[in-house]
């Protein structure tokens, strides 16, 4: 019996050694593994913890050395934060994450230009680039189309994966907003949007005075969004000669205003001509209600700008009345392709006449057809042959701001506006960020994770259970001897 004893003695000496060893064992594989990969479950309903196919192929494409720096201290540091850039850091090597406390490292503040706690930091030594994410961009409450707050949602992802772009590029583009002719954007809250918007996306922006600037020679882009005051003839000429040089425009109509000046140089010029008329749709399986007002829904058409979004069904929307149609002439100089249009039961009509359907009141509409909404024109340079002039058209500004007068939305517009430059400008194939992940939390769907879940599971639970329940079995054996 004695011998018995001793044999079991050693054998449970020997279970808990075991046991020890497999417990040091798997701290040491986890802390190892978890700085490679992700062993948290994203319950997210965005899946915020987890990087979107885009941002991942940013991340893993970054050919140079990226610093990912999480400004914050001890009192306002935000984990969900912390948690989303070390995803960046797990996808590339060259991408090194790093906290710093402010409160500690005041020096800090002071290089960058930090304005606030929970700000990040990316930078590119090897450019010399660097890009700001204030706190104040990083989420939002998200409003339905009643106003009322139904979720919160995260653009930290969004930010960081083009602020990656923006340092790793030797020549991020680079967009001037034009300003001076009563432009829709003289609303502060508006151009911060459109700012912000065109930020995230890896550009670079500034504002010109169109009246009383002159254009600068890196412009690879101007954009007019919503101008109310007709243009003279020394801005016309201004615009030509940019275009002439090889440039890029891009022309938001302000349907309110009829801009003569303008479209007669465009008309003479281009062979398009921006109609001072009202679209709608005599369909309603094209006009989507909602407590802000109807919408219209055009359609996308076949061309490289659109495939992308055809090919994930994306769609579009806009004001109802809010848009302008586009006439196009045949010019044997000029590409002329039709990106948005209504469907063959568009309709349009005069302001008056719109006032009257508003009213209820009997109105008079143009026989259904196609309406063209958004436009895009190349043609070659009378000056140089070799040179491409570029112009986009669009019958409205709201295709800009649709995501900010309705931040629920989850339609393509912006993904749009993002594409028209990315493509007028070269750069074909640039990604579009994923705009916002909502924090709101699901349930728990275990089958549907990888299969790194079921080791965990197994090493962290089933090994164990089996050591516990043998040292269990040996402990009653014993008690019997």
Known sequence: MKDNKMKFKIEGAAITALAIVAVILLNLIFSVLGEKVNLKLDLTGGGVFTLSDESKAVAEGADKEVDIYYATNAQNRNTRYSE???????????????????????????????????????????????????????????????????????????????????????????????????????????????????????????????????????????????????????????LDDYLEAGGRVQFYSNPSYSLSNLNTYFSNNWGAYINNDCVSDSNSAFIAASAMGNYLIPYLKEHAITSYLMSVSSKLRVQEGEVNSINIAEKSDIEANVIVATSDTGVSMDRENWVKKNARESYNVSEPSEKNIMVYLRKNSLNNSETTSRLLLSGTYYLLFDRFIDPSSSYADKDLIVKTINYMSGIEDAPVSVSSKSIVHEKMEVLEKSKLVYCVVFLTGVIPAILFGYGIYVYLRRRRL
């Open 84 to 238: 989303i850039l070390e995803t960046f850091g797990r996808a590339n090597d060259l991408i090194s994450v790093k906290e710093v406390n402010l409160d500690t490292d005041p020096g800090f503040s002071r290089t960058y230009k930090i304005k606030s706690y929970n700000s990040v930091v990316v930078e590119c030594k090897a450019t010399s680039k660097v890009r700001i994410v204030d706190s104040s961009l990083i989420e939002y409450n998200g409003q339905n189309d009643n106003g009322v707050i139904n979720t919160k949602v995260n653009y930290l992802e969004s930010y960081v994966s083009a602020a990656i772009r923006y340092v790793t590029s030797e020549k991020p583009l680079m967009v001037y907003i034009a300003m001076g002719h009563g432009e829709i954007i003289e609303n502060s809250s508006f151009l911060d949007y459109l700012m912000n918007m065109l930020y995230s996306e890896a550009m670079s922006v500034k504002l010109l005075d169109f009246t009383t600037d002159a254009v600068p020679a890196d412009a690879d882009m101007i954009l007019f969004a919503g101008p109310t005051a007709d243009f003279t003839d020394a801005d016309i000429k201004k």
